[in-house]
């Protein structure tokens, strides 16, 4: 599902991210690991269109990344910060308007919406905007919106920031049941219990060459 | 002065002091604003208003309705400043400090408060009196009236300031009075000339004791509680104040004013029940329904809205009635259609934001973008028309066939200009490269423009509509349409 063949980046001399392979099929999860500064952010950046490489190449589902491309929008989901929120909108609302923007018929979407909030712990701040979510709380309602749309393959930068260790097992389980359901997982991670959870593969970006 | 207060100030100031060459640049540089800005504009002003059509308008009295239902627009709108950002506001670690310690408000920020109304004094009474100065100059009012009319504009101005003070001190009761007030506003508008009291914020034939004994009284009143008004601002409304005020003032400083504005932003405070979202509906009802239901839980801001552009149909109405004025009271609707569209846009400003980032919506970004303009367009659309049609036939009692296409076209080519705006992003790299020329450096002047090209292009196409020239209209959407569309290709 994703060939990251070589792939790099710099800036001048600077190198942000040294020539890095790998590959992971459908139904796998690739755990990023590496120091800060090793490269990881740029890596998933490269891989959700956010960021050209300045070598190698990277391709998903056989066909280069375009963030612009309908169908690698459709196909790739990422997560690499707080995505931009709606400040008169609320959480269900959010969660229930990425689902049907994404979903034609009306009962998958509701039912991913709420699958999604259920999943994740959401269901009691359902009615609170934005700014009254904790710094945690706003950690899950960013992945809860990313997981209420459809993908193939979903990149997330370190999804257990801000996160406690129950909640943390929470994200393992939820992204656990993306991985049997077929998603091709890229997660770039700090979190040695994230990792033992989900890894299929490790890629060492401080040893990556 | 409090010795402490003294103390503390001092200790604060002197952090900041200015070398003296830099006191001598500012010093200059507000004379040169003075006489290539500021001594033009009031020239032209002048030339406007001694223009005989228009001086006659002026002392129709329809002129002094409006001017009465402008005052408490004013007043109301000072009250609700205050609620966001009051007289009394000091540096966030200044303010912390002050309101900290032991000292009360009238101690604290008395002086800064006095300041304030004496700015707003001066103002009022300074536009009174060039009002009045010209009418005396064509000879429609005597010198007693005008110097009547400019003692009120004074008192008008000291009112203000104490409703700005006023709106920090008793956050609730300001909201209330302010309600109060645009009732009254609409009252007096609906009334037109039938409204006996409606003289008294405009030049009379007269000196309009009785108006200046009022205004007079209700200020003396204002000024003798203004120390326990002082006293009663919580110490934390005015750190949570100043420290908003401190992060707009760096946005705008920065030429980022988009943020300024957002750092003021109501944040929703009602229908969090509501259900915003409506699954499986076509995508023009689903977006349409929660553009509608967000601007519904910010209600002040979208009764704010509705008000502002209701102002804007007035204005548009006014225009149509005076020739010479049109422009300006052109320029002024479509200020007030921009103002009061924010209440309706969040869904743009959220798209732009969305466009920058990762794919989050099942819908591209364009259609997003278009389907988030419905709202806005509709609204402001409406209650321009809506307004326009009223004023225009109930109040004025004026044929409403002209103002009828400014209503219909001017509110969304604001609009336009508000999406332009939104989707803004970061400053072109040319513009921040100094540009050295015999005439000096053009490049400041060119950011500032580029900063606030949305509400100058949106006043443009208003000054055009009042005008009623199409070509010019025309001129200024297909900018903005180009400035748009540029900014939509560029979008990170």
């Given at each position: 599902?994703?060939?990251?063949?070589?792939?790099?980046?710099?800036?001048?001399?600077?190198?942000?991210?040294?020539?890095?392979s790998?590959?992971?099929?459908?139904?796998?999860?690739?755990?990023?690991?590496?120091?800060?500064?090793?490269?990881?952010?740029t890596?998933?950046?490269?891989?959700?269109?956010?960021?050209?490489?300045?070598?190698?190449?990277?391709?998903?589902?056989?066909?280069?990344?375009?963030?612009?491309?309908?169908?690698?929008?459709?196909?790739?989901?990422?997560?690499?910060?707080?995505?931009?929120?709606?400040?008169?909108?609320?959480?269900?609302?959010?969660?229930?308007?990425?689902?049907?923007?994404?979903?034609?018929?009306?009962?998958?979407?509701?039912?991913?919406?709420?699958?999604?909030?259920?999943?994740?712990?959401?269901?009691?701040?359902?009615?609170?905007?934005?700014?009254?979510?904790?710094?945690?709380?706003?950690?899950?309602?960013?992945?809860?919106?990313?997981?209420?749309?459809?993908?193939?393959?979903?990149?997330?930068?370190?999804?257990?920031?801000?996160?406690?260790?129950?909640?943390?097992?929470?994200?393992?389980?939820?992204?656990?049941?993306?991985?049997?359901?077929?998603a091709?997982?890229?997660?770039?991670?700090?979190?040695?219990?994230?990792?033992?959870?989900?890894?299929?593969?490790?890629?060492?970006?401080d040893?990556?060459? | 002065?409090?010795?402490?207060?003294?103390?503390a100030?001092?200790?604060?100031?002197?952090?900041?002091?200015?070398?003296?060459?830099?006191?001598?640049?500012?010093?200059?540089?507000?004379?040169?604003?003075?006489?290539?800005?500021?001594?033009?504009?009031?020239?032209?002003?002048?030339?406007?208003?001694?223009?005989?059509?228009?001086?006659?308008?002026?002392?129709?009295?329809?002129?002094?309705?409006?001017?009465?239902?402008?005052?408490?627009?004013?007043?109301?709108?000072?009250?609700?400043?205050?609620?966001?950002?009051g007289?009394?506001?000091?540096?966030?670690?200044?303010?912390?400090?002050?309101?900290?310690?032991?000292?009360p408000?009238?101690?604290?920020?008395?002086?800064?408060?006095?300041?304030?109304?004496?700015?707003?004094?001066?103002?009022?009474?300074?536009?009174?009196?060039?009002?009045?100065?010209?009418?005396?100059?064509?000879?429609?009012?005597?010198?007693?009236?005008?110097?009547?009319?400019?003692?009120?504009?004074?008192?008008?101005?000291?009112?203000?300031?104490?409703c700005?003070?006023?709106?920090?001190a008793?956050?609730?009761?300001?909201?209330?009075?302010?309600?109060?007030?645009?009732?009254?506003?609409?009252?007096?508008?609906?009334?037109?000339?039938?409204?006996?009291?409606?003289?008294?914020?405009?030049?009379?034939?007269?000196?309009?004791?009785?108006?200046?004994?009022?205004?007079?009284?209700?200020?003396?009143?204002?000024v003798?509680?203004?120390?326990?008004?002082?006293?009663?601002?919580?110490?934390?409304?005015?750190?949570?104040?100043?420290?908003?005020?401190?992060?707009?003032?760096?946005?705008?400083?920065?030429?980022?004013?988009a943020?300024?504005?957002?750092?003021y932003?109501?944040?929703?405070?009602?229908?969090?029940?509501?259900?915003?979202?409506?699954?499986?509906?076509?995508?023009?009802?689903?977006?349409?329904?929660?553009?509608?239901?967000?601007?519904?839980?910010?209600?002040?801001?979208?009764?704010?809205?509705?008000?502002?552009?209701?102002?804007?149909?007035?204005?548009?109405?006014?225009?149509?009635?005076?020739?010479?004025?049109?422009?300006?009271?052109?320029?002024?609707?479509?200020?007030?259609?921009?103002?009061?569209?924010?209440a309706?846009?969040?869904?743009?400003?959220?798209?732009?934001?969305?466009?920058?980032?990762?794919?989050?919506?099942?819908f591209?970004?364009?259609?997003?973008?278009?389907?988030?303009?419905?709202?806005?367009?509709?609204?402001?659309?409406?209650?321009?028309?809506?307004?326009?049609?009223?004023?225009?036939?109930?109040?004025?009692?004026?044929?409403?066939?002209?103002?009828?296409?400014?209503?219909l076209?001017?509110?969304?080519v604001?609009?336009?200009?508000?999406?332009?705006?939104?989707?803004?992003?970061?400053?072109?790299?040319?513009?921040?490269?100094?540009?050295?020329?015999?005439?000096?450096?053009?490049?400041?002047?060119?950011?500032?423009?580029?900063?606030?090209?949305?509400?100058?292009?949106?006043?443009?196409?208003?000054?055009?509509?009042?005008?009623?020239?199409?070509?010019?209209?025309?001129?200024?959407?297909?900018?903005?349409?180009?400035?748009?569309?540029?900014?939509?290709?560029?979008?990170?």
């Amino acid at each position: 599902m994703i060939d990251i063949d070589r792939v790099a980046v710099a800036v001048d001399d600077m190198v942000l991210l040294p020539p890095t392979s790998a590959s992971v099929r459908a139904g796998e999860v690739l755990v990023v690991r590496g120091q800060n500064g090793a490269g990881k952010s740029t890596l998933l950046k490269v891989l959700a269109g956010v960021r050209m490489p300045t070598g190698g190449s990277v391709a998903i589902g056989g066909e280069p990344v375009n963030r612009r491309d309908r169908t690698f929008r459709r196909r790739v989901a990422s997560l690499l910060g707080l995505p931009p929120t709606a400040p008169d909108l609320t959480v269900e609302d959010h969660v229930r308007l990425v689902a049907a923007t994404w979903f034609r018929e009306r009962d998958v979407a509701e039912e991913t919406a709420l699958g999604v909030l259920t999943e994740l712990g959401l269901n009691g701040l359902l009615r609170r905007f934005p700014h009254e979510l904790s710094s945690g709380q706003q950690q899950l309602f960013a992945l809860a919106l990313v997981l209420a749309r459809p993908f193939d393959v979903l990149v997330l930068d370190e999804p257990e920031q801000r996160l406690d260790d129950e909640r943390v097992g929470v994200v393992g389980d939820v992204l656990a049941r993306r991985r049997s359901g077929g998603a091709a997982i890229v997660v770039a991670t700090h979190s040695s219990a994230l990792m033992e959870r989900l890894a299929d593969r490790v890629l060492e970006l401080d040893r990556a060459s | 002065m409090n010795p402490r207060l003294r103390a503390a100030t001092a200790i604060w100031r002197g952090r900041q002091q200015r070398a003296a060459g830099d006191r001598a640049f500012i010093a200059y540089s507000l004379v040169l604003f003075a006489l290539i800005v500021g001594a033009p504009v009031l020239r032209a002003a002048w030339l406007a208003v001694t223009a005989r059509t228009t001086a006659v308008a002026m002392t129709e009295p329809i002129a002094a309705v409006t001017a009465a239902v402008v005052v408490l627009a004013v007043w109301a709108t000072a009250l609700m400043v205050g609620r966001n950002r009051g007289p009394a506001v000091a540096a966030p670690f200044l303010a912390h400090v002050l309101t900290s310690s032991d000292l009360p408000g009238r101690t604290t920020f008395g002086r800064q408060t006095l300041v304030g109304v004496a700015t707003l004094a001066a103002v009022g009474g300074g536009a009174a009196t060039f009002l009045g100065t010209a009418l005396v100059f064509v000879g429609l009012v005597p010198v007693g009236s005008a110097i009547g009319f400019a003692v009120r504009g004074l008192l008008i101005g000291v009112l203000t300031g104490l409703c700005w003070l006023l709106g920090q001190a008793t956050p609730r009761a300001a909201a209330v009075l302010a309600a109060v007030l645009v009732v009254g506003a609409a009252v007096l508008a609906f009334l037109g000339t039938n409204a006996a009291p409606s003289a008294w914020a405009w030049a009379t034939p007269t000196v309009d004791v009785p108006g200046i004994v009022v205004l007079g009284a209700v200020a003396v009143v204002g000024v003798v509680v203004m120390p326990w008004l002082l006293d009663s601002v919580r110490g934390a409304t005015i750190t949570a104040q100043s420290a908003q005020w401190d992060v707009a003032i760096a946005h705008a400083v920065s030429l980022d004013f988009a943020a300024a504005s957002g750092s003021y932003q109501a944040v929703p405070t009602a229908g969090r029940r509501l259900r915003a979202v409506r699954d499986g509906a076509l995508p023009v009802v689903m977006v349409l329904v929660r553009d509608a239901v967000g601007a519904v839980r910010t209600p002040a801001r979208l009764v704010g809205g509705v008000l502002t552009i209701t102002a804007a149909g007035l204005a548009l109405v006014l225009a149509a009635q005076s020739a010479t004025a049109a422009p300006l009271l052109g320029a002024v609707a479509a200020a007030l259609v921009y103002v009061g569209a924010g209440a309706s846009t969040r869904g743009i400003q959220h798209v732009a934001q969305v466009s920058r980032d990762q794919p989050l919506y099942g819908f591209s970004d364009g259609s997003l973008l278009l389907l988030h303009s419905i709202f806005p367009v509709a609204f402001s659309v409406v209650i321009t028309l809506a307004s326009t049609v009223v004023v225009g036939t109930v109040v004025a009692a004026s044929p409403v066939a002209a103002p009828i296409w400014g209503a219909l076209v001017l509110p969304t080519v604001v609009v336009s200009a508000r999406v332009s705006n939104a989707l803004r992003g970061p400053s072109p790299v040319f513009l921040m490269t100094p540009a050295p020329s015999a005439v000096g450096d053009p490049m400041p002047l060119l950011r500032i423009l580029w900063a606030l090209d949305a509400p100058l292009l949106a006043v443009l196409a208003g000054s055009s509509t009042g005008a009623g020239s199409l070509p010019a209209l025309t001129a200024v959407a297909v900018v903005i349409a180009l400035f748009l569309l540029v900014r939509w290709a560029r979008r990170g």
